[in-house]
């Protein structure tokens, strides 16, 4: 279901929560009734328009949109082919990557080596695939959850180990900006759920940051990636050393 589309279905449920019928809509705002329910039913209405049924029923539109948003069901997790097709195509992959980002499709065209035909392609398979809603002039929206995580054991998570952790650890993690850390400990198990809990919150943060970043200019921006695990684990090497019980 399209954008607009939701914000009209929004605005019938405002109507009927204000107990205002169409006739009462149509005297607010100097239409005959016949008019305002032909708009309705057809789903067509200017941005201004919208504007002057949000006054006429004393709602405010940033509220309306909000709400509009807080209904859309989003995705919490793909499926295992859905990961598949992701990993199975460089381009999908790299453009889905990007729109996690919330790159634009010039940012991407111009970032990297690819051309606008092959990014509009990889939108439309990122579009079946569930990850984004495909909009007019190369626009998306994404549909993954806050919450969202890739599959433990799926696709997305074994081409990772396999392919970006020895890249990503190969770095020196010198910068001031840079850290890397690993401490060991033996802990409670409900408190290894409460660190767990705290690096969620971690996580949720330096997204919601990218998120504010993005009023920036891009000369005032670097792309940083924050990996957070945690793990009952020992290594191997020093496992097999362990005396049998």
Request: aromatic share 8%.
């Amino acid at each position: 279901m399209s954008g607009s589309s939701d914000l009209i279905d929004e605005l019938k449920r405002e109507l009927k929560a204000a107990n205002l019928t169409y006739a009462d809509l149509a005297t607010k705002i100097n239409m005959s009734e016949s008019s305002v329910k032909r708009m309705f039913s057809q789903r067509d209405m200017t941005l201004s328009r919208v504007d002057e049924l949000c006054r006429a029923m004393k709602i405010d539109f940033a509220e309306l949109a909000r709400k509009v948003a807080d209904a859309q069901v989003l995705v919490q997790e793909l499926t295992h082919d859905q990961e598949k097709a992701l990993v199975n195509n460089k381009n999908t992959l790299l453009i889905g990557i990007c729109c996690l980002s919330q790159w634009t499709f010039e940012q991407i065209t111009t970032s990297y080596k690819i051309s606008e035909p092959e990014c509009i392609k990889a939108l439309t398979q990122l579009d079946r695939l569930g990850v984004i809603e495909l909009k007019p002039l190369n626009r998306y929206r994404l549909k993954l959850a806050k919450t969202f995580r890739w599959r433990p054991e799926g696709p997305i998570m074994k081409f990772f180990r396999q392919h970006v952790l020895p890249d990503y650890y190969a770095g020196s993690f010198a910068a001031a900006d840079e850290t890397l850390m690993l401490v060991h400990g033996s802990i409670g198990r409900d408190a290894a759920l409460g660190f767990n809990e705290k690096l969620q919150r971690v996580a949720q943060e330096f997204a919601q940051q990218h998120l504010a970043d993005q009023r920036l200019p891009a000369s005032q921006r670097e792309g940083f990636t924050l990996v957070l695990a945690m793990r009952e684990w020992e290594f191997s090497a020093f496992k097999d050393l362990r005396r049998k019980p």
